[in-house]
């Protein structure tokens, strides 16, 4: 069954740092999506992607962040100078259509010290 | 401003015994709905899913849930619980704008399951 597969599953990074998250979507989707979540709370919605664009983004999702799809099967988020409240779990999620079911990669804990 | 619930943070249940997780949501238009499961380590996984039609939905692992409109809930049910199905369970509503797909997550309902 195609998945999403995200790399690292584990990232550690100083404050300040600039780290890049990475995720294949599967293959045949067309929206993209990127959660968190808080160790001890709700996953949230970050930041939405179709057609190259941002079609949707949080309150969260601030000028530190950035989407990119490089090519035709890798999704990135980057985070531009990591702030210790930005330790959380980050999952990547695709589907064929924007109303439609999602499906998550296992994660990228994201550990910032 | 569109929310979901999920009253129950933990639940115990012995296994072979019935289960039931409260759902409850706050969305302006017709919504469509999910519940995911999340194991230790792992990513998160669709049991089912409501967009319109019936309102008993079946889905995988045995679960089923009913999407009751005048009550804004969405419960998701299990008859016999197996020591498997412990885990983190997320109720979720669609809410993107257009045709986005942003989901917007309840609280997390923990299962544990007594032998």
């Known amino acids: 069954e195609p998945e999403v597969t995200q790399t690292p599953s584990h990232q550690v990074t100083q404050m300040g740092q600039e780290v890049i998250l990475r995720c294949v979507p599967i293959?045949?989707?067309?929206?993209f999506y990127w959660y968190r979540q808080i160790l001890g709370q709700k996953v949230e919605f970050l930041v939405s992607?179709?057609?190259?664009?941002?079609?949707?983004k949080s309150e969260i999702f601030d000028d530190q962040f950035s989407v990119e799809r490089p090519d035709g099967s890798n999704f990135t988020l980057k985070i531009r100078s990591t702030k210790l409240e930005d330790s959380a779990m980050y999952f990547c999620?695709?589907?064929?259509?924007?109303?439609?079911?999602?499906?998550f990669g296992a994660g990228t804990r994201l550990s910032v010290l | 401003a569109q929310s979901v619930t999920q009253p129950d943070i933990h639940i115990t249940v012995s296994e072979g015994a019935s289960l039931e997780l409260r759902c409850n949501y706050s969305?302006?238009?017709?919504?469509?709905l999910f519940w995911y499961v999340q194991s230790p380590g792992q990513g998160l996984q669709l049991l089912l899913k409501?967009?319109?039609?019936?309102?008993l939905v079946q889905g995988i692992k045995g679960f089923e849930a009913e999407f009751k409109r005048s009550q804004s809930s969405f419960n998701l049910r299990k008859p016999s619980v197996h020591w498997s199905d412990a885990a983190e369970y997320f109720c979720?509503?669609?809410?993107?704008?257009?045709?986005?797909?942003?989901?917007?997550f309840g609280q997390g309902t923990t299962l544990q399951v007594k032998p």
């Open positions: 999620a695709s589907s064929a259509f924007g109303r439609d079911i999602q499906y």
């Open positions: 293959s045949n989707h067309l929206y």
């Open positions: 992607f179709y057609n190259n664009e941002i079609s949707e």
């Open positions: 969305y302006g238009a017709t919504p469509y």
């Open positions: 409501y967009f319109s039609g019936d309102t």
């Open positions: 979720a509503v669609g809410a993107g704008s257009g045709n986005t797909g942003k989901l917007i």
